[in-house]
Protein backbone atom coordinates (compact mmCIF):
# COMPACT_ATOMS: atom_id res chain seq x y z
CA UNK A 1 0.00 0.00 0.00
CA UNK A 2 1.52 3.13 -0.85
CA UNK A 3 1.89 5.67 1.97
CA UNK A 4 1.09 9.33 2.03
CA UNK A 5 2.27 11.86 4.07
CA UNK A 6 0.67 15.61 4.62
CA UNK A 7 3.64 17.43 3.50
CA UNK A 8 6.89 16.07 1.51
CA UNK A 9 9.50 17.67 -0.66
CA UNK A 10 9.60 17.32 -4.31
CA UNK A 11 13.74 16.97 -5.90
CA UNK A 12 14.40 16.80 -9.06
CA UNK A 13 18.46 16.10 -10.76
CA UNK A 14 18.13 19.73 -11.29
CA UNK A 15 18.19 20.27 -8.05
CA UNK A 16 20.75 17.55 -7.11
CA UNK A 17 22.84 18.76 -9.77
CA UNK A 18 22.96 22.27 -8.39
CA UNK A 19 24.12 20.63 -4.66
CA UNK A 20 26.71 18.82 -6.63
CA UNK A 21 28.30 21.65 -8.08
CA UNK A 22 28.43 23.31 -4.85
CA UNK A 23 30.13 20.48 -3.25
CA UNK A 24 32.63 19.93 -5.96
CA UNK A 25 33.50 24.19 -5.40
CA UNK A 26 35.64 25.93 -2.80
CA UNK A 27 33.02 27.32 -0.97
CA UNK A 28 30.88 25.04 1.02
CA UNK A 29 29.81 28.11 2.98
CA UNK A 30 30.39 31.82 3.47
CA UNK A 31 30.70 31.69 -0.90
CA UNK A 32 28.70 33.39 -3.47
CA UNK A 33 25.45 31.27 -3.79
CA UNK A 34 24.34 32.57 -0.70
CA UNK A 35 24.02 36.01 -1.47
CA UNK A 36 22.71 34.79 -5.10
CA UNK A 37 19.96 33.11 -3.57
CA UNK A 38 19.21 36.27 -1.49
CA UNK A 39 18.77 38.66 -4.27
CA UNK A 40 16.58 35.52 -6.17
CA UNK A 41 14.26 36.10 -3.12
CA UNK A 42 14.43 39.80 -3.27
CA UNK A 43 14.06 39.63 -6.91
CA UNK A 44 10.36 37.33 -6.97
CA UNK A 45 9.23 38.75 -3.43
CA UNK A 46 10.15 42.63 -4.81
CA UNK A 47 11.85 43.31 -1.55
CA UNK A 48 15.18 45.49 -1.38
CA UNK A 49 16.96 43.33 1.19
CA UNK A 50 17.05 39.52 2.28
CA UNK A 51 19.15 37.86 4.64
CA UNK A 52 18.98 33.88 4.87
CA UNK A 53 19.48 32.21 7.57
CA UNK A 54 19.70 28.60 8.99
CA UNK A 55 16.31 28.42 10.31
CA UNK A 56 12.91 30.69 10.26
CA UNK A 57 12.94 30.11 14.07
CA UNK A 58 16.53 32.27 13.55
CA UNK A 59 15.25 34.62 11.63
CA UNK A 60 12.20 35.04 13.73
CA UNK A 61 14.98 35.98 16.63
CA UNK A 62 17.25 38.32 14.92
CA UNK A 63 14.43 40.41 13.10
CA UNK A 64 13.03 40.67 17.46
CA UNK A 65 16.14 42.02 18.14
CA UNK A 66 17.12 43.99 15.19
CA UNK A 67 14.05 45.96 16.34
CA UNK A 68 15.30 45.93 19.90
CA UNK A 69 12.17 43.99 21.28
CA UNK A 70 13.32 43.37 24.49
CA UNK A 71 12.75 43.00 28.14
CA UNK A 72 9.00 44.90 29.36
CA UNK A 73 7.97 44.36 26.24
CA UNK A 74 5.11 42.35 24.46
CA UNK A 75 4.38 40.95 21.19
CA UNK A 76 0.83 39.71 19.79
CA UNK A 77 0.70 37.07 17.43
CA UNK A 78 -1.68 34.12 16.76
CA UNK A 79 -2.61 30.61 18.89
CA UNK A 80 -2.83 28.87 15.77
CA UNK A 81 0.51 28.74 14.77
CA UNK A 82 4.12 26.33 15.30
CA UNK A 83 5.79 27.66 18.85
CA UNK A 84 8.67 29.83 17.12
CA UNK A 85 6.11 32.51 16.22
CA UNK A 86 5.71 33.20 20.21
CA UNK A 87 8.92 31.78 21.14
CA UNK A 88 11.11 33.92 18.96
CA UNK A 89 9.81 37.00 21.68
CA UNK A 90 10.74 35.21 24.80
CA UNK A 91 14.32 34.44 23.40
CA UNK A 92 14.77 38.37 23.33
CA UNK A 93 13.10 38.88 26.99
CA UNK A 94 9.56 40.49 25.65
CA UNK A 95 6.14 38.86 26.52
CA UNK A 96 3.66 37.31 24.27
CA UNK A 97 0.19 37.97 23.86
CA UNK A 98 -2.31 36.10 22.14
CA UNK A 99 -5.33 37.94 19.16
CA UNK A 100 -7.88 35.16 18.23
CA UNK A 101 -8.13 33.91 14.67
CA UNK A 102 -10.62 34.24 12.27
CA UNK A 103 -13.03 31.39 12.06
CA UNK A 104 -12.79 31.17 8.05
CA UNK A 105 -9.37 31.75 7.65
CA UNK A 106 -7.78 30.91 10.70
CA UNK A 107 -5.51 33.64 10.28
CA UNK A 108 -5.07 36.41 13.30
CA UNK A 109 -7.82 38.20 13.65
CA UNK A 110 -7.28 42.31 13.26
CA UNK A 111 -10.26 42.96 15.72
CA UNK A 112 -9.34 40.95 18.12
CA UNK A 113 -5.49 42.24 18.47
CA UNK A 114 -6.93 45.82 19.19
CA UNK A 115 -8.30 44.03 22.38
CA UNK A 116 -4.94 42.89 23.42
CA UNK A 117 -2.72 46.47 23.00
CA UNK A 118 -1.10 47.70 25.41
CA UNK A 119 1.14 50.38 26.42
CA UNK A 120 3.84 47.24 25.95
CA UNK A 121 3.01 46.29 23.05
CA UNK A 122 5.67 46.86 20.56
CA UNK A 123 5.11 44.22 17.72
CA UNK A 124 2.79 41.93 16.28
CA UNK A 125 3.57 39.07 14.25
CA UNK A 126 0.83 37.87 11.97
CA UNK A 127 1.11 34.46 10.84
CA UNK A 128 -0.14 33.83 6.89
CA UNK A 129 -1.33 30.49 8.27
CA UNK A 130 -1.84 27.51 5.20
CA UNK A 131 -0.19 29.96 2.97
CA UNK A 132 -3.14 32.50 3.25
CA UNK A 133 -2.13 36.33 3.63
CA UNK A 134 -3.75 37.88 6.81
CA UNK A 135 -5.44 40.98 6.19
CA UNK A 136 -2.42 42.90 6.28
CA UNK A 137 -3.62 46.44 5.58
CA UNK A 138 -5.91 46.10 8.41
CA UNK A 139 -3.00 44.71 10.35
CA UNK A 140 -0.75 47.75 9.13
CA UNK A 141 -3.38 50.61 9.80
CA UNK A 142 -3.83 49.27 13.38
CA UNK A 143 0.48 49.17 13.82
CA UNK A 144 0.47 52.62 12.35
CA UNK A 145 -2.19 54.18 14.74
CA UNK A 146 -0.23 52.80 17.90
CA UNK A 147 3.60 53.12 16.72
CA UNK A 148 4.17 49.34 16.43
CA UNK A 149 6.31 47.00 14.29
CA UNK A 150 5.16 44.06 12.27
CA UNK A 151 6.82 40.79 11.70
CA UNK A 152 5.11 39.29 8.59
CA UNK A 153 5.55 34.92 9.73
CA UNK A 154 5.36 33.88 6.27
CA UNK A 155 6.82 30.19 6.91
CA UNK A 156 4.05 28.82 5.33
CA UNK A 157 3.79 31.12 2.23
CA UNK A 158 6.60 31.94 -0.04
CA UNK A 159 5.04 32.26 -3.42
CA UNK A 160 1.70 33.91 -1.91
CA UNK A 161 -0.08 37.25 -2.88
CA UNK A 162 -1.77 40.01 -0.71
CA UNK A 163 -4.17 41.49 -3.37
CA UNK A 164 -1.59 42.99 -6.27
CA UNK A 165 1.74 42.62 -3.96
CA UNK A 166 3.71 39.41 -2.90
CA UNK A 167 4.13 37.97 0.57
CA UNK A 168 7.46 39.06 1.77
CA UNK A 169 7.42 42.42 -0.45
CA UNK A 170 7.15 43.84 3.10
CA UNK A 171 4.79 47.03 1.77
CA UNK A 172 2.57 46.48 5.16
CA UNK A 173 5.19 45.16 7.47
CA UNK A 174 8.84 45.83 8.97
CA UNK A 175 10.24 42.26 7.96
CA UNK A 176 9.38 39.35 6.62
CA UNK A 177 10.41 35.67 7.58
CA UNK A 178 9.97 32.83 5.27
CA UNK A 179 10.68 28.82 6.26
CA UNK A 180 12.47 26.34 3.94
CA UNK A 181 11.99 23.02 5.94
CA UNK A 182 11.10 20.54 3.68
CA UNK A 183 7.31 20.02 4.53
CA UNK A 184 7.10 23.60 2.67
CA UNK A 185 6.71 24.99 -1.04
CA UNK A 186 10.45 25.16 -1.49
CA UNK A 187 13.26 23.65 0.53
CA UNK A 188 16.44 24.08 1.32
CA UNK A 189 16.97 21.27 3.60
CA UNK A 190 16.55 23.51 6.53
CA UNK A 191 17.17 27.30 6.42
CA UNK A 192 14.73 30.39 6.56
CA UNK A 193 15.01 34.26 5.48
CA UNK A 194 13.90 37.45 6.52
CA UNK A 195 13.43 40.32 3.49
CA UNK A 196 12.76 43.81 4.19
CA UNK A 197 12.81 47.37 2.79
CA UNK A 198 14.74 49.09 5.56
CA UNK A 199 18.25 49.15 5.32
CA UNK A 200 19.27 49.80 8.48
CA UNK A 201 17.32 46.67 9.67
CA UNK A 202 19.26 45.09 7.02
CA UNK A 203 22.20 45.58 8.56
CA UNK A 204 21.55 44.58 11.68
CA UNK A 205 20.26 41.48 10.64
CA UNK A 206 23.41 40.63 8.88
CA UNK A 207 25.30 41.17 11.83
CA UNK A 208 22.78 39.77 14.01
CA UNK A 209 22.84 36.07 11.92
CA UNK A 210 26.90 36.01 12.05
CA UNK A 211 27.89 36.55 15.74
CA UNK A 212 27.47 40.55 16.02
CA UNK A 213 30.24 41.39 13.70
CA UNK A 214 30.31 44.62 11.26
CA UNK A 215 32.83 44.85 8.65
CA UNK A 216 32.64 48.83 7.35
CA UNK A 217 33.77 51.98 8.62
CA UNK A 218 37.84 52.21 8.92
CA UNK A 219 38.04 49.05 8.62
CA UNK A 220 40.22 48.19 5.30
CA UNK A 221 41.91 44.59 5.83
CA UNK A 222 40.37 41.59 4.53
CA UNK A 223 40.95 40.22 8.47
CA UNK A 224 38.96 43.15 10.02
CA UNK A 225 36.00 43.02 12.14
CA UNK A 226 34.39 44.79 15.23
CA UNK A 227 31.61 42.58 17.10
CA UNK A 228 28.94 45.89 18.09
CA UNK A 229 26.38 43.46 19.55
CA UNK A 230 25.75 40.29 20.74
CA UNK A 231 24.85 38.02 17.47
CA UNK A 232 24.36 34.24 16.74
CA UNK A 233 25.89 31.93 14.24
CA UNK A 234 22.78 31.74 11.71
CA UNK A 235 24.60 31.33 8.73
CA UNK A 236 23.00 29.41 5.95
CA UNK A 237 25.26 27.54 3.99
CA UNK A 238 25.93 27.54 0.25
CA UNK A 239 24.54 23.61 -0.37
CA UNK A 240 22.03 25.16 0.91
CA UNK A 241 22.03 28.57 -0.67
CA UNK A 242 22.09 26.69 -4.01
CA UNK A 243 19.00 24.16 -3.68
CA UNK A 244 17.10 27.03 -2.93
CA UNK A 245 18.21 28.92 -6.28
CA UNK A 246 17.35 25.67 -8.08
CA UNK A 247 13.65 24.91 -5.99
CA UNK A 248 12.66 28.99 -6.38
CA UNK A 249 13.02 28.33 -9.89
CA UNK A 250 9.78 26.23 -9.48
CA UNK A 251 7.92 27.74 -7.08
CA UNK A 252 5.11 29.00 -9.40
CA UNK A 253 4.78 25.88 -10.76
CA UNK A 254 4.65 24.19 -7.62
CA UNK A 255 1.82 26.61 -6.56
CA UNK A 256 -0.15 26.34 -9.55
CA UNK A 257 -0.43 22.14 -8.61
CA UNK A 258 -0.70 22.84 -5.15
CA UNK A 259 -4.19 25.34 -5.95
CA UNK A 260 -4.90 22.79 -8.16
CA UNK A 261 -5.03 19.82 -5.46
CA UNK A 262 -7.08 21.85 -3.62
CA UNK A 263 -9.64 22.77 -5.84
CA UNK A 264 -9.93 18.92 -6.07
CA UNK A 265 -10.42 18.63 -2.19
CA UNK A 266 -13.09 21.37 -2.57
CA UNK A 267 -15.38 19.42 -5.38
CA UNK A 268 -14.81 16.09 -3.77
CA UNK A 269 -14.77 16.25 -0.11
CA UNK A 270 -17.81 17.08 2.10
CA UNK A 271 -16.00 18.82 4.49
CA UNK A 272 -15.59 22.41 6.41
CA UNK A 273 -12.38 23.43 5.38
CA UNK A 274 -10.82 27.36 5.76
CA UNK A 275 -11.64 29.04 3.15
CA UNK A 276 -9.91 31.72 1.15
CA UNK A 277 -10.29 35.53 1.24
CA UNK A 278 -10.98 37.66 -1.63
CA UNK A 279 -7.42 39.59 -1.32
CA UNK A 280 -5.72 36.40 -0.95
CA UNK A 281 -3.86 34.22 -3.86
CA UNK A 282 -2.56 31.30 -1.66
CA UNK A 283 0.17 29.09 -2.62
CA UNK A 284 -1.43 26.86 -0.46
CA UNK A 285 0.76 24.90 2.19
CA UNK A 286 -1.68 23.02 4.32
CA UNK A 287 -5.07 22.06 3.56
CA UNK A 288 -6.60 21.14 6.75
CA UNK A 289 -10.25 19.85 7.19
CA UNK A 290 -12.55 19.71 10.43
CA UNK A 291 -13.47 16.33 11.26
CA UNK A 292 -15.90 14.94 14.08
CA UNK A 293 -14.01 11.95 16.67
CA UNK A 294 -10.43 13.22 15.29
CA UNK A 295 -9.10 10.82 17.28
CA UNK A 296 -10.30 8.14 15.57
CA UNK A 297 -10.33 9.52 12.39
CA UNK A 298 -6.22 10.12 13.17
CA UNK A 299 -5.71 6.45 13.85
CA UNK A 300 -8.26 5.27 11.08
CA UNK A 301 -6.51 7.38 8.09
CA UNK A 302 -3.09 5.58 9.51
CA UNK A 303 -3.99 2.03 8.94
CA UNK A 304 -5.35 3.34 5.77
CA UNK A 305 -1.85 4.80 4.81
CA UNK A 306 -2.38 8.37 5.23
CA UNK A 307 -0.25 9.78 7.67
CA UNK A 308 -1.87 13.24 8.47
CA UNK A 309 -1.50 15.99 10.91
CA UNK A 310 -2.82 18.61 13.27
CA UNK A 311 -1.49 22.17 12.65
CA UNK A 312 -1.93 23.26 15.77
CA UNK A 313 -2.03 22.65 19.73
CA UNK A 314 -2.75 26.19 20.42
CA UNK A 315 0.11 28.14 21.75
CA UNK A 316 -1.42 29.26 24.56
CA UNK A 317 -2.32 25.74 25.61
CA UNK A 318 1.21 24.36 26.25
CA UNK A 319 2.20 23.94 29.71
CA UNK A 320 5.04 26.20 29.15
CA UNK A 321 2.61 29.48 27.99
CA UNK A 322 -0.09 28.29 31.06
CA UNK A 323 2.36 28.47 34.02
CA UNK A 324 4.13 31.49 32.61
CA UNK A 325 1.72 33.69 31.44
CA UNK A 326 -1.73 31.69 33.20
CA UNK A 327 -3.21 30.92 29.75
CA UNK A 328 -6.41 28.54 30.27
CA UNK A 329 -8.49 26.61 27.82
CA UNK A 330 -11.76 28.78 26.93
CA UNK A 331 -8.86 31.97 26.59
CA UNK A 332 -9.48 31.93 22.64
CA UNK A 333 -12.47 29.90 21.56
CA UNK A 334 -12.25 30.26 17.99
CA UNK A 335 -8.80 28.84 17.70
CA UNK A 336 -9.91 26.04 20.25
CA UNK A 337 -12.86 25.28 18.37
CA UNK A 338 -10.92 25.10 14.81
CA UNK A 339 -8.05 22.75 16.93
CA UNK A 340 -10.95 20.42 18.54
CA UNK A 341 -11.57 19.33 14.81
CA UNK A 342 -8.54 19.87 12.62
CA UNK A 343 -6.62 17.66 10.69
CA UNK A 344 -4.43 18.08 7.65
CA UNK A 345 -4.56 16.33 4.70
CA UNK A 346 -2.02 15.52 2.04
CA UNK A 347 -0.81 18.29 -0.32
CA UNK A 348 2.33 18.42 -2.12
CA UNK A 349 3.25 18.91 -6.44
CA UNK A 350 4.02 14.95 -6.36
CA UNK A 351 0.21 13.93 -6.04
CA UNK A 352 -0.92 13.37 -9.65
CA UNK A 353 -4.65 12.61 -10.41
CA UNK A 354 -4.81 8.67 -9.49
CA UNK A 355 -2.80 9.25 -5.87
CA UNK A 356 -5.45 12.04 -5.36
CA UNK A 357 -8.61 9.69 -6.22
CA UNK A 358 -6.83 7.14 -4.09
CA UNK A 359 -6.75 9.87 -1.27
CA UNK A 360 -10.54 10.75 -1.35
CA UNK A 361 -11.36 6.98 -1.54
CA UNK A 362 -9.36 6.03 1.67
CA UNK A 363 -10.64 9.21 3.45
CA UNK A 364 -14.08 8.45 2.46
CA UNK A 365 -13.17 4.90 4.57
CA UNK A 366 -12.07 7.22 7.80
CA UNK A 367 -15.64 9.21 7.74
Known sequence: MKIYNYGKQFLDDTDKKSVQEVLDSDYLTCGPKVKEFEEAICKYTGAKYCVSVSSATAGLHIAMLALGVGYGDEIITTPITFLASANCAIYAGASVKFADVEEKTININPAEIKKHLSEKTKAIVPVHFAGQSCNMEEIYKIAKENNLYIIEDAAHAIGSNYKDTKVGSCKFSDMTVFSFHPVKTITTGEGGA??????????????????????????????????????????????????????????????????????????????????????????????PVMVNERKDFYFKARENGLNLQVHYIPVHLQPYYKEKFGYKKGDYPVAEEYYDHC??????????SKDLDEIIKRLRKCL
Open 194 to 287: VTTNNEELYKRLLALRSHGMYKDGEMKNNWEYEMRILGYNYRMTDIQAALGISQLKKLEAFKRRRREIVEFYNKNLNLKHIEEAEYSNACFHLY
Open 343 to 352: ISLPLYPELN
